[in-house]
């Protein structure tokens, strides 16, 4: 029995050798794995630090009867990013404007003059058919039900005109009295100042946003190419943005992301490169026909 109980366990104690260097050679090439995540991880977040990016320029121009129009220019490691800003003031008012007509030689300028817009920027997202993604509700009508599976936010003005970007379960739960809502993801810094983008990756595009500063005034902002985390990181650098954020979403942007404001200087704008289905207007009057002060 004892010669049998070796002879059984000879050839199991070399298999548990070559197991347990099997093991030590996986740790070992996990952790150096790791280790090159975590390297190239903080490489990113290098990348998008705001500290690295240098304030070039910022030219700025009235928007009569509505707020401030900025254009500021960005540089980081030689390359450059152009920001386009409106900032209200008391007297513009905020309001939506539907879309669903949009002829091929439209610029996002045309629609928004067509409705007395003197400054905005695109809208939410839209699928394929040029329907809207998410809540749409424009002048107290609702076009589209809200995206329940999305964590999103919601750009809401009250029939008073109070604007406001709440969360899409608090909006939900609550129920505020309505005159223009939109639902858009995700949000690029949140409730408080808090970084609302916690990844890096490498897919930069055009950007808009809705921001609210900490006094309370909306912004509206265009970008150059930017990955959301650059964009989140910016917008809490008022050094290079201008104003300090206290919650700011992101809207549909690419080819769809388009600016314009009506200034004393001439209009500015940052062109559409396809149609979009909404588009965020500021009107020169306190409170607006259902609009938002």
């Known amino acids: 029995m004892k010669k049998h109980f070796k002879a059984v366990f000879v050839k199991p104690h070399g298999s548990n050798v070559s197991y347990r260097w099997t093991i030590i050679i996986f740790i070992g090439m996990r952790s150096i794995l790791l280790s090159a995540i975590s390297v190239l991880f903080s490489f990113a977040v290098i990348l998008a630090n705001p500290l690295s990016w240098r304030l070039v320029s910022v030219d700025s121009a009235r928007v009569e009867g509505a707020g401030w129009a900025q254009k500021r ?42 409705h007395g817009c003197v400054a905005g920027v695109n809208g939410g997202y839209y699928t394929p058919e040029f329907t809207p993604v998410g809540l749409l509700v424009i002048a107290g009508k609702r076009f589209n039900p809200p995206n329940r599976q999305k964590p999103s936010g919601v750009l809401h003005v009250a029939p008073d005109g109070a604007l406001s970007l709440l969360n899409l379960k608090d909006f939900l739960n609550d129920e505020p009295p309505t005159a223009y809502a939109l639902q858009s993801w995700p949000f690029l810094v949140e409730p408080g100042g808090e970084m609302g983008i916690r990844s890096a990756n ?63 200087r001439g209009p500015w704008i940052q062109s559409v490169s396809l149609p979009v289905r909404s588009l965020v207007c500021v009107r020169p009057e306190a409170v607006g026909e259902g609009g938002g002060r």
């Open 202 to 264: 490498k897919r930069r595009h055009r950007r808009t946003a809705v921001a609210l500063t900490e006094s309370g005034n909306p912004i509206l902002i265009t970008t150059g190419p930017l990955t959301l985390f650059e964009f989140a990181s910016l917008l809490q650098e008022e050094s290079l943005v201008g104003f300090r954020t206290e919650r700011a979403l992101n809207l549909d942007g690419g080819p769809s992301t388009g600016f314009f404001a009506q200034t004393a």
């Open 73 to 114: 220019h960005l540089e980081q490691e030689g390359r450059q990013v152009l920001l386009h800003i409106f900032r209200r003031d008391a007297f513009g008012s905020v309001s939506l404007i539907d879309a669903p007509k949009w002829l091929p030689a439209d610029g996002l300028e045309s629609h928004l003059i067509e």
